[in-house]
Nanobody, 126 residues
Framework: QVQLVESGGGLVQAGGSLRLSCVASGRTFSNNAMGWFRQTPGKEREFVAA????????HYADSIKGRFTISRDYAKNTVYLQMNSLQPEDTAVYYC???????????????????WGQGTQVTVSS
């Protein structure tokens, strides 16, 4: 059974940092692009960041560019999202996702990803 399990969320003050982890089990995703999305109640799931299968290319939403960094550890079958300078508007449930392709499509659409984790809550207080 393929699973993506996120961890690392929590409550942090504005300006603080968190590192989210996404561990894959059931298969390796070393040949797949991986991504992070976030969602708040009543809103659509929003693209945050993506990394290609080789980690040679990364993509970020404009709203978090320069503050968040996506990376991957092939040995641990894990994808990370380092989040710095967090702001209250970053509060959301963050989801890890795996694409069936090697490269992120660039569309920002969740439909380009086929496996999803259960999400981890990030709350940033002002």
């Amino acid at each position: 059974q393929v699973q993506l399990v996120e961890s690392g969320g929590g409550l942090v003050q504005a300006g603080g940092s968190l590192r989210l982890s996404c561990v894959a089990s059931g298969r390796t995703f070393s040949n797949n692009a991986m991504g992070w999305f976030r969602q708040t109640p009543g809103k659509e799931r929003e693209f945050v960041a993506a990394i290609s299968w080789s980690a040679g290319s990364t993509h970020y939403a404009d709203s978090i560019k320069g503050r968040f960094t996506i990376s991957r550890d092939y040995a641990k079958n894990t994808v990370y999202l380092q989040m710095n300078s967090l702001q209250p508007e970053d509060t959301a449930v963050y989801y890890c996702a795996a694409s069936p392709y090697r490269y992120y499509s660039g569309t920002g659409s969740p439909t380009g990803f086929s496996y999803w984790g259960q999400g981890t809550q990030v709350t940033v207080s002002s």
